[in-house]
């Protein structure tokens, strides 16, 4: 059954960007939406995290747990997912965060 998708690049290469809008929207630049079945999700999510370079991207899905949606990441991010006892939560990287610190 198809599900509600959102995808978000940075920096990706023009080839997965095309491949992407073949079956997502893209609403601003780097943002993709569509109803995708979960095979289809898969295979693009492959497509787009094989070919990264030093770009970044992150999927947002539907998923059967207490948030109601997963979360999944490719290349190097400033914030990463973190799972706390099975939610699923944003951080920023140690150093990042130490920099931070120092800062405030």
Request: glycine share 10%; proline share 7%.
């Amino acid at each position: 059954m198809p599900n509600l998708t959102v995808l978000s690049t940075t920096a990706v290469p023009d080839h997965v960007r095309g491949a992407l809008t073949r079956w997502m929207i893209e609403p601003t630049p780097g943002l993709y939406v569509g109803t995708l079945s979960a095979r289809v999700r898969d295979e693009l999510w492959r497509v787009v995290s094989g070919s990264i370079g030093d770009g970044a991207a992150v999927l947002v899905h539907p998923e059967a747990n207490e948030q109601g949606f997963t979360v999944q990441t490719a290349g190097e991010r400033r914030r990463i997912p973190v799972d706390l006892d099975g939610l699923t939560l944003i951080a920023f990287r140690p150093d990042e965060c130490q920099e931070m610190a120092n800062r405030g």
